[in-house]
Each structure stands twice: as C-alpha cells, then as structure tokens.
C-alpha cells in the first residue's frame, strides 16, 4: 500500500455533537483519543477508511487492542458506540470509517496509489530487462565455449 503521512482532522473536532457525547461517557477522554487512533490507522491502511493490517487482513477489535495498547474490553465498547454513533460500519467483517473524505483528501490518496502503480510497474520492468540481459549474457558465455571447442 501506498504510505500516506497525514489525515485532515479539522479543528472543530472536540466540538462535534458526536465527540462531546462521547467525551461525558465513562472512559470518554478514552473513547475520544481511540477515535484519533482510528483515523490514524485508516489513513495508515490507505483504503478509503477500511482498518486493514494488511492488504488482505482487516483489523479486528483484539487486533486494535494490541496494536494500540489498549484493553480488547473498552475497545469493543468503542466500536460499539461508534455504529451507535454512525461514526464507523461493519462490512464483510471489515470495519470501515463513515465519511471517510471528511478525514482525507480522497483524490490525492487515489493519486499518490496511482503513483506508486507506476513507480512499481517501471521497477518491474527494469528488473526484467536486467534479467533479460543476465541471460543472454550467460548464452553469450555458453556460446563462445562452443566456438572455442569447436576451433580445437
């Protein structure tokens, strides 16, 4: 995946209706600093908001937990008020954050992994080429034996 190194987060963040309800509720301040986290790990997944660990493996609630040194008990709360909240959704066990444009320029993500394709596919081709060449050389060798042993 294509390394992104920043999210829009906008400065009226704690303002949200959302985030002061969270904040009054037992563990507020941490359901909040998770949210942040959250986004965090989105924008590290480059996924169009999808929690991915891996190009193939979403995040799931205990792996949050231990990459985020926080207890799998409070981050399942979490992620339960967060579908209360419409903040996140569940789809095919993969946990998507909603609104996901808000928290990211999409259009500059979908380049900067456009990008990348090219840089791979030019790496690709170099290595290809290089080995193109490695073989043919070796043929070359091959070859100038077979002449060597044939003017004997």
Same mark, same amino acid.
């Given at each position: 995946?294509?390394?992104?190194?920043?999210?829009?987060?906008?400065?009226?963040?704690?303002?949200?209706?959302?985030?002061?309800l969270?904040?009054?509720?037992?563990?507020?301040?941490?359901?909040?600093?998770?949210?942040?986290?959250?986004?965090?790990?989105?924008?590290?997944?480059?996924?169009?908001?999808?929690l991915m660990?891996?190009?193939?493996?979403?995040?799931?609630?205990?792996?949050?937990?231990? @990459?985020?040194?926080? $207890?799998?008990?409070?981050? !399942?709360?979490? +992620?339960? &008020?967060?579908?209360?909240?419409?903040?996140?959704? #569940?789809?095919?066990?993969?946990?998507?954050?909603?609104?996901?444009?808000?928290?990211?320029n999409?259009?500059?993500?979908?380049?900067?992994?456009?990008?990348?394709?090219?840089?791979?596919?030019?790496? @690709?081709?170099?290595? $290809?080429?290089?080995?193109? !060449?490695?073989? +043919?050389? &070796?043929?070359?060798?091959?070859?100038?034996?077979? #002449?060597?042993?044939?003017?004997?």
């Amino acid at each position: 995946m294509t390394q992104i190194f920043w999210i829009k987060i906008h400065l009226s963040l704690y303002h949200n209706r959302k985030m002061t309800l969270l904040q009054k509720m037992k563990d507020g301040g941490s359901l909040c600093y998770l949210w942040i986290q959250l986004l965090l790990l989105a924008g590290e997944s480059n996924a169009d908001g999808a929690l991915m660990m891996t190009p193939n493996i979403p995040y799931t609630s205990d792996i949050i937990a231990g @990459r985020l040194n926080w $207890s799998p008990k409070l981050v !399942k709360r979490a +992620l339960e &008020e967060y579908i209360f909240f419409e903040m996140i959704y #569940i789809f095919n066990e993969t946990i998507f954050i909603r609104n996901w444009e808000k928290y990211q320029n999409t259009q500059a993500m979908a380049q900067a992994r456009e990008k990348n394709a090219v840089s791979q596919r030019k790496s @690709r081709a170099k290595k $290809s080429v290089g080995n193109t !060449k490695l073989q +043919l050389g &070796e043929n070359m060798t091959d070859q100038e034996e077979i #002449i060597d042993e044939n003017e004997k």
